[in-house]
């Protein structure tokens, strides 16, 4: 049986073998909109940051390498061990295992220095029984874009634990001409507008990078409750 773990898993293995980059294209355009488009025109400190579902995206080593501090969530194990080569902490690293309510395991590993922590396991049991703490921006990078409809609200319900009142959300995913099928599914300001209340667009970017045939698309949001 192929289960959805089965597919993440080879998806990975496939990209850091060699294959197709699919999400991982852009890396360079997509830190630079981060860092000057977005957040640092907004005056949004990223000193604490949390990356939901945050495979081995590039922005958490460079935040680590800049001094900052970040908390990751990521299903797919072999993913989460290529975001902790990526910062090149230094020191051994604390590793940590959990049993959840359900019985099933949920990884913790932090560097030495504290500055970087990422979980591997269930996105939506790490927040709901183990992540107690809040964050002031939060980055999803094709994670909500990546669910299909009838898991947004259950995602939604986690940000809103994680996520400090006032603090901002950086929401990246794409627009595509097929707008009932994916993942990535299709994201629309108007989407984005529905489906995100209590949140106000301060900003929006499309096409900021070329991926055929999708069209990337990202909005900082902040959070009015």
Same mark, same amino acid.
Request: aromatic fraction near 12%; proline fraction near 5%.
């Given at each position: 049986?192929?289960?959805?773990?089965?597919?993440? #898993? %080879?998806?990975?293995?496939?990209?850091? !073998? !060699? !294959?197709?980059?699919?999400?991982?294209?852009?890396?360079?355009?997509?830190?630079?909109?981060?860092?000057?488009?977005?957040?640092?025109?907004?005056?949004?400190?990223?000193?604490? *940051?949390?990356?939901?579902?945050?495979?081995?995206?590039?922005?958490? @080593?460079?935040?680590?390498?800049?001094? %900052?501090?970040? *908390?990751?969530? #990521?299903?797919?194990?072999?993913?989460?061990?290529?975001?902790?080569?990526?910062?090149? /902490?230094? !020191?051994?690293?604390? #590793?940590?295992?959990?049993? %959840? %309510?359900?019985?099933?395991?949920?990884? /913790?590993?932090?560097?030495?220095?504290?500055?970087?922590?990422?979980?591997?396991?269930?996105?939506?049991?790490?927040?709901?029984?183990?992540?107690?703490e809040q964050?002031?921006?939060?980055?999803?990078?094709?994670?909500?874009?990546?669910?299909?409809v009838e898991?947004?609200?259950?995602?939604?319900?986690?940000?809103?634990?994680?996520?400090?009142?006032? =603090?901002?959300?950086?929401?990246? =995913?794409?627009?595509?001409?097929?707008?009932?099928? =994916? @993942?990535?599914?299709?994201?629309?300001?108007?989407?984005?507008?529905?489906?995100?209340?209590?949140?106000?667009?301060?900003?929006?970017?499309?096409?900021?990078?070329?991926?055929? @045939?999708f069209f990337?698309?990202?909005?900082?949001?902040?959070?009015? #409750?």
């Amino acid at each position: 049986t192929i289960t959805k773990m089965n597919r993440w #898993e %080879s998806a990975w293995t496939d990209i850091i !073998g !060699g !294959g197709p980059p699919r999400w991982k294209a852009g890396e360079a355009v997509q830190n630079y909109v981060l860092l000057s488009n977005f957040l640092a025109e907004k005056n949004v400190s990223t000193e604490k *940051v949390f990356i939901p579902l945050a495979g081995d995206h590039a922005f958490a @080593p460079l935040l680590y390498k800049r001094g %900052s501090s970040f *908390v990751a969530t #990521e299903l797919v194990r072999i993913a989460a061990m290529q975001l902790r080569n990526r910062c090149e /902490c230094e !020191g051994e690293w604390k #590793e940590e295992s959990f049993t %959840s %309510s359900e019985g099933t395991t949920i990884e /913790c590993w932090t560097s030495k220095d504290g500055r970087a922590r990422i979980w591997v396991g269930d996105h939506f049991t790490i927040v709901n029984e183990f992540e107690k703490e809040q964050y002031p921006v939060l980055i999803d990078k094709d994670a909500f874009g990546a669910l299909p409809v009838e898991k947004r609200e259950e995602y939604q319900a986690t940000i809103k634990k994680i996520l400090a009142p006032g =603090g901002y959300v950086y929401l990246e =995913g794409k627009e595509r001409d097929d707008i009932e099928n =994916g @993942p990535p599914f299709h994201l629309s300001r108007e989407l984005i507008e529905n489906s995100w209340k209590g949140y106000e667009i301060l900003d929006h970017k499309q096409n900021f990078y070329e991926l055929p @045939p999708f069209f990337p698309v990202v909005f900082l949001l902040k959070r009015q #409750e």
